[in-house]
């Protein structure tokens, strides 16, 4: 099938109409395979097939590193716009319901919960700070309730796990024994072994194991929230089921100040203190002067102001603050105590006195004796033992009762040392403490405890931990310790590649995090020959390939290349180093940014093809003349062909007509065409000539009407005659074979059609009884019945047969009858026979049975056992009476 640029151009002879000159570059074929075409045609065919080649070759790499530079600006950023897709009707559907409650005034108050919102929504938006990891929408989540940060279930299971056995461990007493709380890795709020978490809850706790849904927010249950508000006010959340914390309470209330000196106005109960700017005047707890704040909650401040106070016994007064008027000063009370012989000893003080410490019962310095003396005189000394309890508490002191301490325990005991390895003898006030080393590891169960001496409780390691955190970038500076260490708690800045945007991420995160979408304009230069490059968004990497037209001035025309800018195009290399041998592994094919020629120019350019049938748009690269591939279409000298030659050039002399043929065209070598006669199919004998054609003299082999026959006719004269004359001379002149409905043959001669009905064969037709006979048409007998019929002599002879044929069925029915009469008789004689073998066997079967035949011979001998069984049991019952009355 010809090209488009081929079928739609204009030209003349046999072209099925005009068409119009079309600057598609994309539909032009260059006419390189032409046998006239146009020096180097060629090698611009291969320079276009190779330029075609290296584009649909690299297209796929090139868009592959392409897009892996434009990380920012990815379609999936595009479907992150705030405010805006799936994630903006997601979120404006969490906040409709506190929002249809506040209006649009108060959107200020939701900042926090609108954060925590994204961040769910946005893809890798949350971390675990276990495991840094994405917490995907599919994964089972636990929130803390301190600060709200999620992990994975799974995670925060195995640590709650871990620390409940690290600290349990510390000590083995109470290992198992108590129940330790575990923290929260990120605020470190405490929790009991029994809130581990089990199951995966949404945020509002009210639906175990939520469904994801992706019209709702990751790992919520699509209900309202219902949490109370923290702090409490008796009003409960209204937003659906939401990660962070609850936003601030929106309901209006009626409050006064918080002094309470103005009246009630209508706040939101978030907002519910206010001070009404006035001072509070309320008397301070100093009783002297009042506060001078402005309206404010709870006690007032302490009163700022100096006053002259005296202390708790008034020997002293000093100016002090008001706000601690109770003060006591260094010196000793000195005031005479009751018995009037002694001072009080108390410092400053407040109060009476009291008693003297001296007066009443008294006991000795040890204790063993009581006197009531004057607090004048001195108890003295019992002289026995004075058998306290020395520092020692294992001795007694074995000095006599004596004034003030006593003195220390000097006796020699074996002492075993703290750790239990060695023992010695020392006075008893001494400690043992050996020289040897705790070689027992630390709680951290990294470092050893080295004292000397250790009895076994080693003491907490105070060396810091220095492990790499999770985040690989610092160490963990916590003291050391058992297990793993708290996540890193510094955050990152991951800024784009121009700095101007930038987003917070857990430390360790920045590394995998997608860079934040920037809003600026790339500001990189560009890298081909165009003064500034299409604008796009900040993004990292080299830029995106250059899309604007090359615009350069092609060489041997005045176009411009319209192609797009090939200064760096990504090409494939075909440098590949032989393998030594199996075990390497081919290198993968590196890409080389290289610049490439400017493709062959194909503006189209009108050009008349060799024959002049067309003016067609051709490459400008390829102008020149060219064949259309059509036919010539000449008209050659027989006037009745064309010239069949593909499209060529034609020397016509001047002002001759174009339709002719010249000498570069074909000469006519065909046969006549010139259509028949009607009904001749034979071709004509003659060459390609003028004029009329000769009469045809070949004859015509035809069968005839029967189709028994052939008959040869000749073609000028059958084709000449009319239906009637063909039909005689398609006839053989002999009777027609074919047979009517009848069975007789027909008498025509052979002719076309069916045959006549009328037949004219004579038939024979007889009466009812055979007996007259006559001659008829068949076709008058098939259209007539009862043609002859019986006659007087007729009936008389078929009256005489009737009664012949009755005579002779009477004849056999009394034949029949006495055969029958014989038949019962013979029966009867038979049945009589049979009646007296029946009686005989009737007479056999009365006859006695067995039992009335020999019963009196059976019964007999049975009564006379039974009359002996009856005598043996009378004796024997003789006997025992007889026997009775002996021993009687």
Not at 17 to 34: D, H, K, L, N, W
Not at 735 to 757: A, F, I, M, N, T
Not at 843 to 860: A, D, F, M, Q
Request: aromatic share 4%; with cysteine.
């Amino acid at each position: 099938m010809d090209p488009v640029w081929r079928q739609q151009g204009r030209g003349r002879g046999r072209s099925q109409g005009r068409g119009q000159i079309t600057g598609e570059p994309s539909v032009v074929r260059p006419p390189g395979a032409v046998r006239s075409e146009v020096r180097g045609a060629s090698e611009v065919k291969v320079s276009q097939s190779r330029f075609d080649d290296i584009r649909r070759s690299d297209q796929a790499a090139a868009q592959r590193l392409a897009t892996e530079a434009l990380s920012s600006s990815s379609d999936d950023d595009d479907d992150e716009e705030e405010g805006g897709g799936k994630r903006g009707q997601i979120l404006q559907s969490a906040l409709c319901p506190y929002t249809s409650h506040t209006g649009d005034s108060d959107v200020s108050l939701l900042e926090q919960t609108r954060h925590y919102l994204n961040e769910v929504c946005q893809s890798g938006g949350i971390t675990c700070l276990i495991c840094i990891a994405s917490v995907k929408r599919t994964q089972a989540v636990w929130s803390c309730s301190g600060c709200y940060c999620i992990f994975h279930i799974t995670c925060i299971q195995k640590w709650a796990k871990d620390s409940i056995f690290l600290v349990s461990s510390v000590t083995e007493e109470d290992f198992g024994k108590k129940d330790q709380p575990w923290p929260c890795p990120k605020c470190r709020y405490e929790y009991s072994p029994r809130e581990t978490p089990n199951r995966y809850y949404c945020y509002c706790g009210k639906e175990a194991e939520p469904a994801p849904d992706p019209w709702l927010l990751p790992h919520s249950c699509g209900q309202v929230c219902d949490r109370e508000f923290k702090p409490s006010c008796g009003h409960r959340c209204l937003l659906l089921c939401h990660p962070g914390p609850c936003p601030p309470c929106p309901k209006m209330v009626s409050v006064s100040c918080l002094c309470g000196k103005s009246s009630r106005v209508p706040r939101r109960c978030s907002a519910k203190a206010w001070s009404c700017t006035q001072t509070c005047g309320r008397t301070l707890p100093c009783r002297i002067h009042t506060c001078t704040n402005t309206c404010h909650a709870g006690e007032c401040s302490p009163c700022p102001r100096v006053s002259v106070q005296a202390c708790a016994c008034g020997a002293q007064r000093a100016e002090r603050p008001c706000a601690s008027p109770e003060w006591h000063c260094d010196q000793v009370c000195g005031r005479p105590l009751s018995c009037g012989n002694h001072t009080c000893e108390r410092v400053c003080h407040a109060g009476v006195c009291g008693e003297c410490p001296r007066a009443g019962n008294r006991s000795c310095s040890c204790g063993k004796t009581k006197s009531v003396l004057p607090c004048t005189v001195d108890v003295p000394t019992c002289g026995d033992t004075c058998g306290k309890k020395l520092d020692c508490a294992l001795h007694t002191c074995s000095m006599r009762c004596h004034r003030g301490a006593c003195e220390t325990c000097r006796q020699e005991v074996e002492k075993t040392c703290r750790c239990g390895r060695y023992s010695k003898l020392l006075p008893c006030h001494k400690e043992y403490l050996c020289e040897s080393k705790c070689n027992k590891t630390r709680t951290c169960n990294r470092h050893q405890c080295k004292r000397k001496c250790c009895p076994g409780n080693c003491p907490p390691c105070d060396l810091n931990c220095g492990r790499m955190l999770g985040c690989r970038n610092h160490k963990c500076l916590s003291v050391c310790h058992q297990g793993s260490c708290y996540p890193c708690p510094e955050m990152v800045d991951v800024r784009c590649d121009c700095g101007s945007t930038s987003i917070s991420v857990p430390c360790g995160r920045e590394r995998s995090t997608k860079p934040p979408r920037c809003k600026e304009l790339c500001r990189k230069p560009p890298s081909c020959h165009h003064s500034s490059l299409e604008q796009h968004r900040c993004h990292f990497g080299s830029c995106p390939p250059c899309k604007q037209p090359c615009q350069r001035p092609l060489p041997d025309c005045a176009h411009f290349c319209p192609a797009p800018c090939h200064d760096n195009v990504l090409v494939k290399t075909n440098d590949r180093a032989l393998l030594a041998g199996p075990w390497e592994q081919p290198v993968t094919p590196a890409f080389v940014c290289t610049a490439l020629p400017c493709p062959p120019c194909l503006v189209p350019i009108p050009i008349s093809c060799l024959g002049e049938h067309e003016v067609s748009p051709v490459p400008c690269h390829a102008r020149g003349p060219f064949s259309c591939r059509r036919a010539c279409g000449r008209t050659l000298s027989c006037s009745n062909h064309t010239c069949s030659l593909e499209c060529h050039r034609v020397t016509a002399a001047p002002h001759s007509d174009r339709t002719k043929a010249g000498k570069e065209c074909v000469q006519c070598e065909e046969g006549c065409s010139k259509p028949r006669p009607a009904g001749c199919t034979h071709p004509c004998a003659l060459p390609c000539h003028h004029g009329n054609c000769p009469p045809c003299t070949q004859m015509i082999r035809q069968r005839c009407h029967c189709k028994i026959s052939n008959l040869y006719i000749e073609c000028l004269k059958f084709t000449s005659a009319d239906d009637q004359a063909k039909q005689l001379l398609s006839s053989c002149q002999n009777q027609c074979p074919k047979q009517l409905s009848c069975g007789h043959r027909c008498k025509l001669l052979c002719h076309s059609g069916d045959c006549e009905l009328n037949c004219v064969q004579r038939v024979k037709v007889k009466c009812p009884c055979k007996r007259i006979k006559k001659e008829f048409p068949c076709s008058r007998v098939r259209l007539e019945d009862d043609l002859v019929m019986c006659d007087h002599t007729c009936q008389e002879l078929q009256k005489k047969h009737a009664k012949a044929r009755a005579a002779e069925e009477r004849a056999a029915l009394e034949e029949e009858m006495r055969k029958q009469q014989a038949e019962l008789e013979a029966f009867e004689k038979r049945q009589k026979g049979r009646r007296k073998k029946n009686r005989r066997v009737t007479e056999v079967e009365t006859e006695e049975g067995p039992w009335l035949k020999y019963k009196n011979r059976l019964l007999v001998p049975i009564c006379g056992v039974l009359l002996a069984v009856a005598v043996f049991y009378l004796l024997q019952l003789t006997n025992e009476m007889t026997e009775r009355e002996n021993t009687g």
